[in-house]
């Protein structure tokens, strides 16, 4: 019956391996301790249930565990939002304990009477210490994986730098006409793989190029080398999408 129901979620509440801490809330608002599960209590303290029962929850955080004023300011605050509006809040939160410095993540749930009051709070916290160093870890190698891939952007446009030098003093030898376009010509492309290299390097996102900017350069410098008569303007109209390398090289 009730009894069997109670005691299993007794054991459920003692076992959990998120530490659980739950407050009464007095009339005045002052939140007092009736129960924390085995988590809570190794987790800071090694203290007995027996022993931190009763007490406020200003008591706890400061004397049970140890945290600064200013810390339990905050939390008074979040519980006070909680116990106002009647819903429940979670947030990330870092927390030193005999271990070591730990971050948690903190979910503090209303428990309502028949009323509809907020009679209790229920204070549950996740150690996600792994999955953060886990996600910092992952940050840290995609952050140098996009290092890598500047570099290699910037050491192909240098080539491909070098290689439009060497066409144009071998193109300064041609005399047939058809011969000296096709160099211009070649040399035009190669100039156009050269600033795509040089806008990848130079994006915030190393991925993609704003395209609107790199066909604006692209048509000026082509402007400039192919000598256009007086009185000619080009004009670019290019919205600024942003296109991966596979697709800006050709249409570039």
């Known amino acids: 019956g009730m009894r069997d129901r109670e005691a299993r979620l007794a054991a459920v509440f003692n076992h959990a391996s998120d530490a659980m801490t739950l407050y009464a809330v007095d009339a005045d608002g002052t939140l007092r301790l009736v129960a924390a599960n085995r988590a809570s209590l190794e987790r800071f303290s090694r203290v007995k249930e027996t022993e931190v029962l009763g007490l406020t929850f200003g008591e706890i955080a400061l004397d049970i565990y140890k945290r600064s004023p200013e810390a339990i300011a905050h939390y008074q605050t979040l519980l006070r939002s909680v116990i106002d509006t009647r819903t429940a809040l979670t947030f990330e939160d870092g927390a030193t304990t005999r ?36 996600a910092e870890r992952t940050r840290a190698a995609l952050a140098e994986k996009e290092t890598l891939l500047r570099e290699i952007h910037h050491r192909v446009k240098n080539n491909l730098q070098v290689i439009s030098g060497l066409l144009h003093f071998q193109g300064k030898k041609l005399s047939a006409p058809a011969d000296v376009a096709a160099f211009a010509d070649l040399r035009q492309r190669i100039f156009a793989m050269t600033l795509l290299h040089e806008r990848l390097y130079q994006s915030p996102d190393v991925g993609s190029v704003a395209f609107g900017d790199y066909v604006q350069a692209l048509v000026a410098e082509l402007g400039r080398s192919s000598a256009p008569g007086q009185g000619i303007h080009i004009g670019v109209s290019a919205d600024d999408v942003r296109l991966p390398l596979e697709l800006a090289m050709p249409v570039g």
Request: glycine share 6%; net charge negative.
């Open 99 to 134: 271990d070591g410095m730990i971050f948690v993540e903190a979910t503090i749930v209303p428990i309502l009477d028949d009323t509809g009051r907020c009679a209790q709070v229920l204070w549950s916290s996740r150690n996600v210490t792994v999955e953060r160093e886990a």
